[in-house]
């Protein structure tokens, strides 16, 4: 399919064109620039979609969710941590069936589109059918599918990941399957190891069709260092579980960490040397009362950070343009500098940034030869009016209901209100169907 | 004019109905409950709004913004506040003409009724025939407009005051004129105790149109206490900037405070004793790298919080729901704790608590007798399925523009996609004509 963009504001990692213009063949950005310039290069056969007036920009990326989670959003807020987990997420989650587990990845695919996000990239529990991998299929959206690792049911966990490889990895050219380590608490040392040398082997034998990451968390709880340490009997040096991680020979540039939330100098060393990728969470933090990562010192060190949402169980929903605005909020709070992250760091950080998170090329920017991953902003609504800088508008002003048309692949997924080629409806009786099903499940419990 | 809402959740303070009804005449709500009580009162001439499957709510209260300033979203963001005042914001507010106070307000005015909002509170610049209140009536939004008062042109100011009570105040049922001190630093002692005199002596002269409230800006910036003290030579007993005030006499119920961030006990104690009330404003504190204001020690002490925006320059919307959401997650990062400040609070300082703030009494709750501002919200997207529990989807998952319809005074404002009875592109050709005109202006200087 050939489509041709006309009009508007162009955003891309360069430069802000004002009247751009975006040529898209089959899966890929041919032509991107002054709108007069690319429409030279029209011929026949492209569709038009009419954009003067409206925004333009690389379709944004959420680095870290838990996308099958979607099911479970607002099921338990404002609880404790503990409570939260135990009394409420565990048992609803030893109810759900692969069933579930697609419908959920299909829903928070839906909203993601509906965000203007692009690619996510997500970590959840795995079965061969229906998984988060075919739930996105489904719906066509872009994702890194992390298969969930835990030392109590490793040798399950690491039959799951070579199934998913060669079940699903680069399927459509959507999917990517990640080597998914819960997290240092809950994965021990030899495992960790293993896991980095299987990461290693299936890219080898699978990276053709896309690199293969590690995604994981780390550093999200403030006892993580001493509940890793107790549970493992290990020793983590001066608390920082980044150099324990460092001393294990498990970080590279293709280990993505979720939260980092509590960091010490050595933990940003580790980081640092090891081009260890970040992926911030910041409203699931504050959610969960977690802390207040300080990423404006890794942005300065020049270690790369994505933004994600993390599950909607705890943020509520899968959006980044409202995580872009509250991460520059913060780091501007924390540091008492109205100049830390700035827009267009914030804004770099939602795109190019998260595809380098996530060691993906070809996202994160509109130019010739990357993948036609694209989101249109209506800009009619008052609170966008008037318009003094673009960026600065994408991260403080626009609201990710004014996206508008999204396309991903070369795709349109989404258009002026309405989803393309999707039947909305049935997705949404499948969800309630489960919700219903999971709750009548869970109250035979209590 | 008679209107029946027929259907969708009902949230009231008191009780959340699954399947509730409304019914308004005139401008107040007569009926409001169970659909099936309230449909046997439906009699003929009803105007019906369907809303099954959405959910009605009290209209949102926003107690602090400059609504004018809608003018400068945008203009100068990620800059030192110092350089950000001196170099973009006075220069370019220097150049407003009273037209285009005026035009700013009814730019911000459709804003905040797109987002749901259906009573502000207003703090700027006065002239007697173009100002926000004019504004703010030529859309029909419901305002409580304060009328800024500094020492050095204290005259003009409490001329203002006078001017906008006999002329602004009570207009339409809509309008609220407030005495607007500045600030500590900027007004000085013998003037705060006038203008408390004022406030009482117009209370009790222009009263019966609505409540004569002072509205103020007080604790905002870390070093606004030694300034204040050096400006005006006085004491400032420990720092406490609402200790001083209050040993000058002029701290009670229709006191409200805006930003109130750097808070000693000192400050809570003077706060609670007088029932002063306070508009919290995390979004520009954070913005502004003012810091984050302990809210949650004044919730739990009984004292009144209201939420606020502040002026879009420092924001950059007038987005309450973006508000409830920042709040709650703020309070819940700096106390570690999850179940700080919940959702059914945070629901509550945007409605309730919002109208307690502004001492005004017959808004902020759907019940008989009650003014009929209400806001009805579009469930259909796919962020906002499944639903658990409709206020803390409230607070965590709507979006602003999630809004389908707006009634303020019982009038339709907004309806599905639609401002009713307003020449929504006119307001916009005025706002770009007064951008160019300033900014052309502005860079004369330069």
Known sequence: MKIFIEGGYLITQEKVFKEGGVLIEDNLIVEAGDLKEVKKSV??????????????????????????????????????????????????????????????????????IRMG????????????????????????????????????????NIR??????????????LIRVAVGPHAPYTV????????????????????????????????????????????FNVKIPNGSLFKYLDNLGVLNEYFLAAHAIHLSNDDIKAIKDNNVKISHNPISNMKLGMGISPIYKLINEGIIVGLGTDGPASNNTLDIFETMKITSLLQKVITGDPTSIPARTAFKMATIYGAKALSYSGIGDIKPGYLADITIINLSNPHLIPIYDPISHLVYCIRSLDVDTVIINGEIKYHEGKFIGIDVNSVYEKVNKSVSRLLSEVSDIG
Chains 1, 2 share one sequence.
């Open 43 to 112: 011929g026949r056969g492209f569709e038009r979609i009419r954009a003067n007036g409206k925004m333009i920009i690389p379709g944004l990326i959420n680095t870290h969710t838990h996308i099958s989670m979607t099911l479970f959003r607002g099921y338990a807020d404002d609880y404790p941590l503990q409570e939260w987990l135990e009394k409420w997420i565990w048992p609803i989650e030893a109810k759900l069936k692969p069933e579930d587990i697609e419908i959920g990845a299909m829903l928070g695919a839906l909203e993601s």
């Open 117 to 156: 996000v692009t690619t996510i990239c997500t970590l959840y529990h795995y079965h061969p059918d229906h998984n988060e991998a075919s739930g996105l299929l489904r719906i066509g959206l872009r994702g890194v599918v992390g298969i969930a690792v835990f030392t109590w049911q490793k040798d399950e």
């Open 160 to 173: 799951n990941i070579k199934n998913a490889l060669s079940r699903w990895h680069g399927r459509d050219g």
């Open 188 to 231: 021990d040392p030899d495992l960790w190891i293993e896991l980095s040398e299987l990461r290693k082997w299936a890219d080898e034998k699978y990276g053709d069709s896309g690199r293969v990451i590690i995604t994981t968390h780390v550093a999200e709880d403030p006892n993580e260092a001493k509940i890793t340490s107790e549970r």
